[in-house]
C-alpha cells in the first residue's frame, strides 16, 4: 500500500497586529504573556490565555532588536534607535494601557508604560543585547531589592563594535569592557550570550567572519565597591578560553543550553554548530579549537535560534520562510513548520515543565472537584467575594463561579501548552503547540 502523507502542520493561532516584520518574540516565565516588536519600534503584550492584546505602545524610534522580561511586571527592550529601555507593566492587569494595535494606530500617540531605565548603545552592527542576573549583586533598597534582581548586560562597545561593554542594572554602570580578539581580524559583533558559574562570567560572542569566541572571568577578581550598594567591577582579569571558525559566513544568532554545557550557533551559511562551554572550564586545551559538531543544514540564513528550557529541541527561523526543529542532543532535524509565505526572523519558546510535581501534566484539565473555590475564582481574577460566598447560595454565583471554573481550565491550558512563537517578515505571529 502507498504511504499515506499526514497534512502539513498548522499553527494553533496567528497573531495578527503588527503592520512590519517582527523581529522579537518574547514569552513571560508562567507562559501568560507574550512580548512582540517589529521594524517599526512596535511592541504588543499579548495575554495568552485569550490571546488579545494587553498593552501596546512604540517603544523605539527605529526596529525593535530584542525583547526581555526582567521579571514578570518588567520589559526590556533594544531598538535600533541606539536605546536600551526598562518598562514598567506591574499595573498592566489594571491599567487603562492603550490596545490599539500598530495597523491601526496611524499618527495616534498610544499610551506608554512607565520607564524604568534607559541606555544609549551602539546598535550599527544589529547586535542585540544579551542578559543574565549578576552573581554578585550589590545590596539594593526599597521595593528594587525584592522585585527585580540585579542583571548583567552586555552589548557591544559604543565606539569599537568588535569589542564587548558589561552593563549592570539597576545601576546602568559600565562594569568591564572586553577588547576585540587580536587576531585574526573577525570584524563587528553580531551575536551574544551571557551566562554565570558558582566562580565564573562566560561570555559568548559570534562575529561577522563567523568566528564565535568564549570569554571568561573569574569572581575572585572582581573589585568591590567601598560603597556595598554599589556594583563591583569586572575590569581585568578576562580570558579568551575558545575560539572557532565553525562558519563562512557572519553568525547570525546563538543560544546557551540550560544547563550551560554547550551553546549553538547559525549563520548566513546552511551550517548549525554546536559548541563546547562549561567543559573548557577544566579543559585546559589550546584557545582555538573546533566545535563539537556541525551540521551542514543545506538551508542557509537560519537565524533567532532559541533552546527550550528541557533542552530537547531548538528552533530556528529561515530565510526560506521555514522554522525548523532540531534535536537538542543529536541536531538532527525533526520537524519543519511552514505557514509564513515570506522570511522567518524570530522564535521563542515557552517554558514546559521539568518536575512531574509541578503541577498538572500538558493536556490535563482542571476539574470541579479538584479545586476548591477560591483558588479557581482566583485563577480567573475573579474577586474574593464569590469564593467566600461558594455555590451553594444562589443561581448567580453558581454561574460565575462556573465561569470561573472555564477561565481556570482555559488558564492552566494556555500556560501548560508547549507553546513556540514564530516572528515573520510578513508581521504575524504563529503559535505552534509543538512536542
Known sequence: MPTQLLPPAQPYYVLRGHGSQIHAVKFSSGNRLLLTGDAEGWVICWGIVYKRPLAVWRAHENAVLAL?????????????????????????????????????????????????????????NFCAFAHCLDPKPPKLDGAAATTRSPLLLAVPHTLDSEAIDIFQLPSTSRLAT???????????????????????????????????????????KAIQASN????????????????????????????????KSHFITTSADAVVAKHPLIGLLASGADTVQIPTKTVQTKHSGQQGVS????????????????????????????????????????????????????????GTSIAASEAPANEIIAAGQHSTDGAA???????????????ALLDARRTAKAVNTHWLAVGAKDGRVSLWDVF
Open 307 to 362: 533552546m527550550r528550557n528541557d533542552g530537547k529541541i531548538f528552533a530556528t527561523a529561515g530565510w526560506d520562510a521555514k522554522v525548523r526543529l532540531y534535536s537538542g542532543k543529536s541536531m538532527r532535524e525533526v520537524a519543519v513548520l511552514k505557514w509564513h509565505k515570506d522570511g522567518c526572523y524570530a522564535t521563542s519558546f515557552s517554558k514546559v515543565s521539568t518536575n512531574s510535581t509541578a503541577g498538572p501534566e500538558r
Open 389 to 403: 460566598i461558594g455555590y451553594s447560595e444562589g443561581k448567580d454565583v453558581a454561574l460565575r463561579g462556573g465561569t
Open 68 to 124: 526581555a522580561w526582567w521579571n514578570e511586571e518588567t520589559v526590556i527592550s533594544h531598538g535600533r534607535d541606539s536605546k536600551l529601555v526598562v518598562w514598567d507593566l506591574s499595573s498592566l492587569e489594571h491599567a487603562d494601557f492603550d490596545k490599539t494595535l500598530p495597523i491601526d494606530a496611524g499618527d495616534k500617540q498610544l499610551k506608554k508604560p512607565a520607564i524604568v531605565h534607559e541606555l544609549a548603545l551602539n546598535t550599527l
Open 228 to 259: 556595598p550598594t554599589k556594583p563591583p567591577l569586572y575590569k581585568d582579569g578576562w580570558t579568551q578560553i575558545y575560539q572557532s571558525q565553525a562558519h563562512k559566513q557572519p553568525i547570525l544568532s546563538l543560544a546557551i543550553a540550560i544547563d
Open 178 to 220: 572586553i577588547p576585540a580578539p587580536s587576531s585574526p581580524a573577525m570584524g563587528m559583533a553580531m551575536a551574544l550570550a551571557v551566562c554565570t558559574t558558582s566562580d565564573r562570567i562566560l561570555i559568548v560572542a559570534g562575529y561577522e567572519s563567523g568566528h564565535a569566541i568564549v570569554w571568561c572571568f573569574p569572581l575572585s
